[in-house]
Nanobody, 117 residues
Framework: QVQLVESGGGLVQPGGSKRLSCAASGFTFSTYAMSWYRQAPGKEREFVATIGSVGGFVNYAESVKGRFTISRDNSKNTVYLQMNNLKLEDTAVYYC??????????WGQGTQVTVSS
């Protein structure tokens, strides 16, 4: 069955870095766009970054541009989110999403990232 398993979350100080990974299985990874979303306590889930199926297209939320980098390795069925210069407001549960328009969407269970001094 389809599985998306996020890892790499945890506690980090402001200004620090974290690299999240999302390992995919159960579908043809290289034909899906992959995205990261996040949800902070009491807030709606929001878009963070997306990357095209072969990595040629990337897009970021304004709040993370210049600090976060999304990448993928289709040979490992894995998407990554490198997060630098983390801020308190980056604290959230981070989810990866696989999508193939118009209707196919899969979500992972999320990984907690806490930015705190």
């Amino acid at each position: 069955q389809v599985q998306l398993v996020e890892s790499g979350g945890g506690l980090v100080q402001p200004g620090g870095s974290k690299r999240l990974s999302c390992a995919a299985s159960g579908f043809t990874f290289s034909t899906y766009a992959m995205s990261w979303y996040r949800q902070a306590p009491g807030k709606e889930r929001e878009f963070v970054a997306t990357i095209g199926s072969v990595g040629g297209f990337v897009n970021y939320a304004e709040s993370v541009k210049g600090r976060f980098t999304i990448s993928r390795d289709n040979s490992k069925n894995t998407v990554y989110l490198q997060m630098n210069n983390l801020k308190l407001e980056d604290t959230a549960v981070y989810y990866c999403k696989a999508s193939r328009p118009p209707t196919l969407n899969y979500w992972g269970q999320g990984t907690q990232v806490t930015v705190s001094s």
